[in-house]
C-alpha cells in the first residue's frame, strides 16, 4: 500500500510517496515560503492589464502579485480577499522573479495562512509515516538521495538511455538520448518520463524531444506508453514527425529540479544540515561550509540554532576545503 513517509527538518519539510519501495512522488516545502499555495490574503487592486482580465496586486506585506480574474467593479486601490494559486518562482537563465499567481475569492472567506505540507498531506488520506533524526533514513533507504541527485543534474536515467531535464523560462525541455534503436528507445522513454513528471513534480509547458519516427503508428505507439504510464492530470499533443511533443500541466509551484536551479546554495546548505542532523557521535559538529552558504547561514541563525538544539551539540562552521 502507498504511504507517505515525512520529515520536518530544518529550514523545511520533506515528504516521499512510497509506492512498491521506491519514490513515485517527492515534496519539499521550505519554511519561510511567505506565499505558499492555499494561503488566502487581502490584497490591493494596483493596476489592470490591458485586457482588463488580470491585474497587478499589492500584496500585505508590500510585495506584487497577479490576480486573475478581476472581480467585476473592482476598481484601482480596491482591497480585494485572495486565494495563492501559484506560488512565486524563479526564472532559470533569466533569474527574473514571477510574482505569485492569486484568484478572488468571497469576501467572507476567512484569511488563513498556507497549509503546512504535512497538513496538506493529511488531507489526502494516506497513511503517513514521520522520520525522526534518531532513527533510520527511511527516505534515503527508498532512493532518496538518487531523488536528489536527479533534481541536480536533472539527469535520470532508464533502462537503455537518459532523460535530460533542463528548465528554460519558457518551458520545461525534455532531450531523450540513448544508444538502443530509435523506435525502442521511445517506447522506453515514455513511461520513464511520465514517472519523472510526477516524481519531481513537474508542471506547465513541457516540451519532450523524441528520436524521429518516420511511422506514425510507431509515434502513436509511443504516445499510447506515455499515457497508459502518465498519472498527472495533462493535456497533450501527438508527437510531430521531429519527435516532438508538448505536454502542459497544472503548475503551483516550482519543481524539484527549478527549485534546485533557483538557490542551488539554499538547496545544498539545508541538504547538509539534514545530515548534519542525523550525523551520529558526540562532541561538536563540524558543517564544511562554502563561503556562500556560510553567507546563508548568517542571516538564518534560526537554522543552526534549530541544529544545535535538535542534536543536543555544539556546531563549529569551516570553511570549505575543496
Not at 472567506?109 to 532513527?135: K, Q, V, Y
Not at 519531481?200 to 509547458?205: K, P, S
Not at 502518465?230 to 511533443?245: D, K, Q, S
Amino acid at each position: 500500500m502507498a504511504h507517505w513517509l515525512y520529515e520536518d527538518g530544518i529550514g523545511e519539510e520533506r515528504a516521499a510517496l512510497i509506492a512498491r519501495g521506491r519514490i513515485v512522488e517527492a515534496r519539499i516545502q521550505r519554511h519561510d515560503e511567505a506565499h505558499a499555495v492555499g494561503a488566502v490574503v487581502d490584497v490591493k487592486l494596483l493596476a489592470r492589464s490591458a485586457g482588463g482580465h488580470r491585474a497587478r496586486a499589492q500584496l500585505p506585506d508590500g510585495r506584487e502579485a497577479m490576480l486573475q480574474p478581476v472581480p467585476k467593479g473592482a476598481s484601482e486601490g480596491a482591497t480585494i480577499r485572495a486565494e495563492i494559486v501559484r506560488e512565486a518562482m524563479i526564472e532559470t537563465g533569466t533569474r527574473r522573479a514571477k510574482p505569485p499567481r492569486l484568484r478572488p475569492v468571497a469576501a467572507e472567506t476567512p484569511l488563513r495562512a498556507a497549509p503546512r505540507l504535512i497538513d496538506r498531506l493529511s488531507a489526502e488520506g494516506i497513511e503517513i509515516t514521520h522520520c525522526i533524526a534518531g532513527g533510520p533514513d527511511r527516505l534515503a533507504e527508498t532512493g532518496w538521495h538518487e531523488l536528489i541527485e536527479e533534481a541536480e543534474t536533472g539527469q535520470i536515467a532508464f533502462a537503455g538511455g537518459l532523460l535530460t531535464f533542463s528548465p528554460t523560462p519558457a518551458m520545461m525541455v525534455v532531450d531523450v538520448d540513448g544508444d538502443v534503436a530509435p523506435r525502442a528507445l521511445a517506447l522506453a522513454a515514455a513511461p520513464a518520463l511520465a514517472q519523472a513528471i510526477r516524481r519531481h513534480g513537474v508542471g506547465g509547458g513541457i516540451v519532450i524531444d523524441f528520436p524521429a519516427l518516420d511511422d506514425k503508428a510507431d509515434r502513436s505507439a509511443v504516445v499510447e506508453a506515455f499515457d497508459a504510464a502518465m498519472t498527472v492530470p495533462c493535456e497533450r499533443t501527438a508527437i510531430n514527425g521531429f519527435g516532438l511533443m508538448q505536454i502542459v500541466a497544472r503548475r503551483a509551484r516550482a519543481s524539484l529540479i527549478e527549485l534546485h536551479a533557483a538557490d542551488p546554495v539554499r538547496w545544498s546548505l539545508l541538504g547538509q544540515l539534514r545530515s548534519a542532523e542525523r550525523a551520529g557521535g558526540t562532541g561538536p559538529i563540524a558543517l564544511a561550509l562554502s563561503s556562500a552558504e556560510s553567507a546563508l547561514l548568517a542571516h538564518q541563525p534560526d537554522w543552526l540554532d534549530d541544529l544545535q538544539r535538535r542534536t543536543g551539540r555544539p556546531v563549529a562552521v569551516e570553511a570549505h576545503q575543496p
